[in-house]
């Protein structure tokens, strides 16, 4: 006769680790910008191998477990007790299986290289060009980029105090209950929307199942329904070189708000466009899915050669609103010349960049186009400028943080999506 022996499960420590939790507490080092360069310029090695890749990956995933949660606190003690990962083979180990994870769940990818070429190579510099000499590397996914816009979405909206957006809640103007329904009762001057199976419900409720059914004026119930224009953005994002300046990671924080953003248009209003430029020493457009991988350079402010190709692009679009919503840190400090060469002054506002600038910002208003611009800076004469550009267009300024930037920006773009009509 066979017998079975059982004993007790323990199971591989790794296998139990949240890989939803861990991209989360990953995603500083997912989206880096450059920012812990010691140079402030994150340039990546054409040379480097895939070991030291995979080293830093660790390291990353390391300070992820230190910090957080992931695995019981009595086992990361006995892991920590030698944190050198060359020399606790344990440690090692599970973190491998964690990076092994990763890959299965499809959150990383061995990739073929992606260099930055430097400034003369290429206009814009921060989407890297496949080197064939170069050795792979990994890079994170499209699953991984959407999660990370998902996630900062999620807790953007626990912040404002919402679950989702797109709710129509109604409130019984005579009781002042809220309902779940989309009527509520007639008021005098709507324009007469009858929702008839809740006006027969109210009067039969009222007076009893009896012919015929006699309606009163308090039993009146109209459709209230939300308008919701279709709009066309530009996300002009600057990735020059202040970005990353004076102790402070300011791209990164947009880089994430993007995300956040396309993912509200994505899940919330899919009849919208949403198109990212970056500018720096000049303009390019790039694709949302290679936002995530965007890095800041060693460049200038070339506000009005955004401008000009955010007008291009929008001016394709066939939307009831079209809209530049605009996350900059400094003042313009670089044009585009006729004759293709590019004008830079980083000391203080050039009378001629900021002329030019402000007739870009001009023709926009005249092409029916918003400016909303969120500075991340506080310097009088960029708080002067901006205002001067919010005058120019109509459009609206708000001077935040890194750490408020998603607040207002999702607020501003809802705000204006939606009006109540009857």
């Not at 020399?87 to 290289?113: A, C, H, T, V, Y």
């Not at 509520?184 to 015929?212: C, H, M, S, W």
């Not at 190709?309 to 009831?320: F, G």
């Not at 310097?379 to 607040?407: I, M, N, W």
């Amino acid at each position: 006769m066979r017998y079975i022996r059982y004993s007790r499960y323990t199971g591989d420590a790794a296998d139990d680790v949240d890989l939803q939790e861990l991209m989360n507490k990953l995603s500083d080092f997912l989206l880096q910008s450059g920012f812990e360069s010691q140079y402030g310029i994150y340039e990546m090695d054409p040379q480097m191998s895939t070991e030291r890749m995979m080293d830093e990956l660790r390291e990353a995933i390391l300070r992820a477990l230190e910090e957080g949660d992931l695995v019981p606190p009595e086992l990361m003690e006995q892991l920590l007790q030698n944190p050198d990962l060359s020399k606790n083979q344990e440690l090692r180990e599970m973190i491998d299986r964690l990076i092994e994870r990763l890959q299965e769940e499809g959150f990383i990818s061995q990739q073929p290289p992606q260099v930055t070429p430097t400034p003369s190579e290429t206009p814009g510099g921060q989407i890297g060009r496949d080197q064939p000499d170069a050795q792979a590397r990994f890079e994170i996914t499209d699953k991984a980029i959407d999660f990370l816009g998902f996630k900062t979405l999620k807790d953007l909206l626990a912040s404002l105090g919402k679950s989702s957006f797109g709710r129509h809640d109604t409130r019984d103007l005579a009781t002042g209950v809220e309902s779940g329904g989309i009527s509520r009762p007639y008021e005098f001057g709507d324009t007469l929307n009858l929702d008839i199976g809740e006006t027969l419900f109210r009067a039969v409720r009222r007076q009893g199942a009896k012919v015929p059914i006699e309606i009163d004026y308090s039993d009146l119930m109209v459709h209230q329904c939300e308008y919701q224009s279709s709009c066309a953005t530009v996300l002009m994002l600057d990735c020059s070189h202040s970005m990353i300046l004076y102790g402070e990671d300011r791209f990164t924080p947009a880089k994430r708000v993007a995300l956040a953003l396309a993912q509200l248009i994505k899940t919330q209003y899919p009849g919208d466009s949403l198109h990212c430029v970056l500018f720096h020493d000049s303009a390019e457009e790039i694709p949302l899915g290679k936002l995530a991988r965007v890095q800041v350079g060693p460049y200038y402010t070339n506000t009005r050669e955004g401008l000009r190709l955010a007008q291009r692009i929008l001016n394709k679009q066939k939307k009831d609103m079209r809209q530049i919503v605009m996350i900059t840190d400094g003042k313009p400090s670089a044009l585009t010349l006729e004759d293709g060469r590019i004008y830079k002054n980083a000391f203080g506002l050039d009378p001629l960049v900021v002329t030019q600038t402000l007739e870009e910002v001009t023709k926009c208003r005249r092409a029916g186009i918003l400016i909303n611009t969120f500075m991340l800076a506080s310097d009088y004469s960029l708080v002067h400028f901006v205002q001067k550009v919010t005058e120019l267009c109509r459009g609206k300024a708000y001077f935040t943080t890194p750490y408020t930037l998603g607040q207002y920006l999702l607020m501003d773009y809802v705000q204006k999506k939606t009006r109540n009509i009857h």
